[in-house]
């Protein structure tokens, strides 16, 4: 299976940048996972125009969305669920023929409803707000352990 992951905003911060390669290496044994960085908007000065950016950055999110592929809004309003009831969703795609898996992260004022319709399902790691950086190192994280629970391997808590 593929998973492609969409981002809004690229990681300055070398500790997260070591954490993201760490997990991304310790995928390439299960997975083919591509991380695709797409420019961000400067943060709006006045909150009218949010969307505006949103909208912009809500463009080039779907820009890289394939139709055959299945679309994950990371978002805060959607469904939570255990680890082991999300490696049963990515083992359940892979067993119905899906090959491509789309994460989205937007960028820090989220994602545009244009965005968030386009996905198959909306994805909530926790009614908490994270920072968009730090999502993306969630979201490796859990893939890996998803994957560790599909093979049955051990893991480290």
Excluded: W
Excluded at 25 to 53: F, M, T
């Amino acid at each position: 299976m593929k998973i492609n992951i969409i981002c809004v905003g690229k990681i300055k911060e070398k500790y997260l940048v070591d954490a993201i390669k760490e997990y991304s290496k310790r995928l390439k044994k299960y997975i083919k996972l591509s991380i695709i960085e797409l420019q961000d908007e400067k943060c709006p000065r006045n909150p009218g125009e949010e969307e505006a950016v949103k909208a912009v950055e809500g463009e080039r999110i779907l820009s890289r969305i394939r139709d055959e592929g299945f679309v994950v809004a990371l978002a805060i309003e959607g469904r939570q669920m255990k680890s082991e009831e999300f490696a049963s969703f990515i083992s359940e795609k892979a067993v119905r023929g899906v090959s491509c898996i789309y994460f989205i992260i937007g960028g820090s004022i989220g994602l545009d409803t244009r965005v968030l319709n386009r996905a198959d399902l909306k994805l909530s790691f926790s009614h908490m707000t994270f920072p968009h950086q730090l999502m993306r190192v969630i979201l490796l994280e859990q893939i890996y352990r998803a994957e560790k629970i599909i093979k049955n391997e051990p893991y480290h808590k």
